[in-house]
């Protein structure tokens, strides 16, 4: 069984501050990660893809890979209440769906 | 900005109907997937769809459900004999050669 795992929080922090947002999957040949957002009532969007170990950013996002210790970590830095939502981490591109992160960014 | 189609938003059926959800996705896109979130819960794959046949499904995409392109264009999620336990928002979203899915909308299927 191919499984996804997040802390489904809520994980809330104040404006400006940087979010950490964690997940871990059990199939070690996984090799495509993904990270997407989702606003209540919504779709998913996605916001990030990684494929190789370490670090790729993308404005005030960065993704975190560790393919030895099957976890994938998003980061978004300088957060806005525009960020509240539920991040998504899928792990390929049958995109097993972890059960999402909820943040709230407090002003 | 190219984007994915869903068609109906929302429908209601009676238990033990069948159902056709259709998705029109970005032109040209190859892969096709359909997902379902049943309410506060979480996504959860059930088939993808590459050059006209299915290239893997889960535990979920049972025989009650089959999908189809008709067309070249439209993309289609069946449930022949709906139950209540199908009542979820399907999602359809497409993907192409830059490795960025695209969902729809979503289609919220109430089955009473």
């Known amino acids: 069984q191919k499984e996804v795992e997040q802390n489904s929080g809520p994980l809330s922090v104040p404006e400006g501050a940087i979010a950490s947002l964690n997940c871990t999957y059990s199939?070690?040949?996984?090799?495509?990660f993904f990270w997407y957002r989702q606003y209540s009532g919504k779709s998913p969007e996605l916001i990030m893809f990684?494929?190789?170990?370490g670090d790729k950013e993308d404005g005030r996002f960065t993704a975190q890979l560790n393919k030895a210790s099957q976890y994938v970590s998003l980061l978004i830095r300088d957060s806005q209440p525009s960020d509240s939502a539920t991040y998504l981490c899928?792990?390929?591109?049958?995109?097993?769906f972890g059960a999402g992160t909820r943040l709230t960014v407090k002003p | 900005e190219p984007e994915v189609t869903q068609t109906p938003s929302h429908q209601v059926t009676q238990m033990g109907q069948e159902v056709i959800l259709r998705c029109v996705p970005i032109?040209?896109?190859?892969?096709f997937y359909w997902y379902r979130q049943i309410l506060g819960q979480k996504v959860e794959f059930l088939v993808s769809f590459y050059n006209n046949e299915i290239s893997e499904k889960s535990e979920i995409f049972d025989d009650q459900f089959s999908v189809e392109r008709p067309d070249g264009s439209n993309f289609t999620l069946k449930i022949r004999s709906t139950k209540l336990e199908d009542s979820a928002m399907y999602f359809c979203?497409?993907?192409?050669?830059?490795?960025?899915?695209?969902f729809g909308p979503g289609t919220r299927l109430l089955v009473l």
């Open positions: 199939d070690r040949g996984s090799q495509s």
């Open positions: 032109s040209n896109h190859l892969y």
């Open positions: 990684i494929y190789s170990n």
């Open positions: 979203a497409s993907l192409g050669f830059q490795e960025t899915q695209y």
């Open positions: 899928a792990v390929n591109y049958d995109m097993r």
